[in-house]
């Protein structure tokens, strides 16, 4: 295997094996992804010979499948492994399996479980690199990263930008990856919930790392005075999967209170025509986002979706190739079909 380049971890387990230069690198790098993912012939030989297991024991659309297109783009032999398809339901533990797994020779394990902290302890057990697609209610790193590709695109460097983010943070492992790169690319945070979704410590490391909290959506949405409008609004679902209890009353109270409306959407894009939203799927439409803004010109769910392989391919790229040129192995493959 070739040296990996300076900055990169070797696993991704954690937005915080990323420092601001990494990010930096990993988002640069997936603008050329994603050129390839406008060709005709979407091949190039980068990953040729390397293997990449998606290990999913959680259900997933975008996540498992954009690693699979990402690295079936980049020439590498993609191979997926559910919980329910595999021995661990006949009782085999995690050890187990991704030992027998890293046995093979493979050399990427992408890994989504149920159990904060998963992808952490496997890292700890194989010789493959690890990449965390989602752990619990811990981590989500790739989806932060085509997160902020994503409204970078839109709004240019996110520097001073306001992004509110807006939802079940309780049990959100997208809203804990967003918040370490958002406030290394320089973004102004505010994270919206009622309190019965406000994770219980959440105001220490808002003091720590310099990130507002509310319980009040209006306010938050509103520009007043010094305050400037919000750039950027991401709403997250709600995780019925993940509730044990009741966290809000209704499903009514709950959209009146923290519902992206129409009603909502209107007020807002009256302040900022320009104002983003985004969502990392799936949603919950007509619960924490209405069709009016989940369809609006406004909306940015679908680039999301189209950044998420690019963003994969240059984190898988990265991780597994080091030294060898994106470009260069992208530009000798233009048009051919490897
Ligand atoms: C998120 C996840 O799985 O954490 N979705 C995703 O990866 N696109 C968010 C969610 O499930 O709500």
Redesign the pocket.
Known sequence: MTSQATRMPRHLLSMADLDAAGIRTILDTATQMHDVQKREVKKIPTLRGRTIINLFFED?T??RSSFEIAGKWMSADTINITGKGSSASKGESLRDTVRTIDAMGVDALVMRHGASGAAHQVAQWVDAHVINA?DGTHE?PT?ALLDAYTMERRLGSLEGKRVAIVGDLTH???VRSNLISLRRLGADVTLVAPPTLMPSGISGWAERDGFALSNDLDHVLQATGSTKPIDALMM??V?KERMSGGFFPTAREYTVGYGLTRDRLTRLTDANPEIVICH???MNRGLEISADAADAAQSLILDQVSAGVAVRMSVLYHLLAGEDSPTEAAATSEGSAA
Request: aromatic content about 0%; proline content about 13%.
């Open positions: 997933s975008r996540t989602g989500h989806q959100s492992r997208v997250l679902r995780q990392p799927g799936p």
